[in-house]
């Protein structure tokens, strides 16, 4: 058997660790690292000899921290949620844990006032969620959306009833080039329309100016996977009706830039914590 002070060097997810045997082994048989060094089981390695696991490895730290000291620390931008999620898949268990939750739920009722307001928008949402079949099948892809949509949501708390995300976007380039297309089609349809060949520069440049606008916002966020993931509208109502099943009114709408004789140019998607109402980005 391998002395404690084994050198163990893991790669999760492409992200590099270097531990020992007996940090990794403190929390007893029952945790994922017993079973991985028992030898009892094939092992993965990377091209170095690492120990390779095939998760994601930036939400690994603070649970090694925790192996080593006792103590976990959380950076901020680490969702809670996504930690306790790994140290679940470990097996391994971190009382603390529900006190950064609580602790977050503190900070959020002193900014809303009396703690009544959307105290649902934490980061334990995802994970002490009622598990619903149809969400499950998404879940991958729809966690990765609600994670950034509820800190959005919190961080928004208090300006309203009404909280809206940032824009879901596709990438600049794709509203770019739908842009083009846009002009073509315009000129096909209307270029003997004098109104039109009169406004078509300043058209233009409303328009960029605008895309300028929301892919500059900080709340912004571009992914062309989501927004593929989005646009099948059983995607999107499977995450309302999961959202509704745990307390949370949500609704998606269509971001579009509108503009010249009704024509307009889709952008993405954003999300509503209220019952949607249209969803254009207003002059």
Same mark, same amino acid.
């Given at each position: 058997m391998?002395? &404690?002070?084994?050198?163990? *060097?893991?790669?999760?997810?492409?992200?590099?660790?270097?531990?020992?045997?007996?940090?990794? +082994?403190? /929390?007893?048989?029952?945790?994922?690292?017993?079973?991985? %060094?028992?030898?009892?089981?094939?092992?993965?390695? !990377?091209?170095?000899?690492?120990?390779?696991?095939?998760?994601d490895? /930036?939400?690994? $730290?603070?649970?090694l921290?925790?192996?080593?000291t006792?103590y976990?620390?959380? @950076?901020?931008?680490?969702?809670?949620?996504?930690?306790?999620?790994?140290?679940?898949?470990?097996?391994? &268990?971190?009382?603390?844990?529900y006190?950064?939750? +609580?602790?977050?739920?503190?900070? +959020?009722?002193?900014?809303?006032?009396?703690?009544?307001?959307?105290?649902?928008?934490?980061?334990?949402?995802?994970?002490?969620?009622?598990?619903?079949?149809?969400?499950?099948?998404?879940?991958?892809? $729809? !966690?990765?959306? %609600?994670?950034?949509?509820?800190?959005?949501?919190?961080?928004?708390? *208090?300006?309203?009833?009404?909280?809206?995300?940032?824009?879901?976007?596709?990438?600049?380039?794709?509203? &770019?080039?739908? +842009?083009?297309?846009?002009?073509?089609?315009?000129?096909?349809?209307?270029?003997?329309?004098?109104?039109?060949v009169?406004?078509?520069?300043?058209?233009v440049?409303?328009?960029?100016?605008?895309? &300028?606008?929301?892919?500059s916002? @900080?709340?912004?966020?571009?992914?062309?996977?989501?927004?593929?993931?989005?646009?099948? *509208?059983?995607?999107? /109502?499977?995450?309302?009706?999961?959202?509704?099943?745990?307390?949370?009114?949500?609704?998606?709408?269509?971001?579009?830039? /509108?503009?010249?004789f009704?024509?307009?140019?889709?952008?993405?998607?954003?999300?509503i914590?209220?019952?949607?109402?249209?969803?254009?980005?207003?002059?």
């Open positions: 391998e002395g &404690d002070e084994e050198i163990i *060097e893991l790669n999760i997810g492409g992200v590099l660790y270097t531990t020992t045997r007996g940090t990794l +082994l403190n /929390q007893g048989k029952s945790s994922f690292f017993s079973g991985l %060094l028992s030898g009892n089981f094939k092992q993965n390695r !990377d091209k170095r000899g690492a120990l390779f696991i095939d998760r490895g /930036q939400y690994f $730290a603070p649970i921290e925790y192996l080593r006792g976990v620390n959380i @950076p901020k931008g680490i969702p809670i949620e996504c930690v306790a999620r790994e140290a679940t898949f470990y097996s391994i &268990d971190i009382p603390s844990l006190l950064h939750e +609580l602790e977050e739920k503190q900070e +959020l009722a002193s900014v809303v006032g009396g703690g009544e307001i959307n105290m649902f928008i934490t980061d334990s949402f995802l994970q002490k969620r009622q598990r619903v079949q149809a969400y499950e099948k998404i879940s991958d892809t $729809a !966690d990765g959306i %609600l994670n950034v949509v509820l800190r959005q949501f919190r961080e928004k708390s *208090e300006r309203g009833n009404r909280i809206e995300s940032g824009c879901l976007v596709r990438p600049r380039t794709a509203s &770019d080039s739908q +842009l083009v297309q846009l002009l073509k089609t315009i000129d096909a349809n209307e270029g003997r329309n004098n109104e039109w009169g406004f078509r520069e300043s058209y440049n409303n328009v960029k100016s605008r895309l &300028d606008n929301v892919y916002a @900080p709340d912004t966020v571009v992914d062309i996977d989501w927004i593929t993931f989005l646009t099948i *509208e059983k995607n999107q /109502q499977t995450i309302c009706n999961f959202c509704q099943s745990n307390g949370l009114t949500l609704g998606i709408e269509k971001v579009e830039i /509108q503009g010249f009704n024509y307009s140019i889709y952008i993405g998607f954003k999300f914590h209220c019952p949607p109402t249209g969803g254009k980005i207003k002059d």
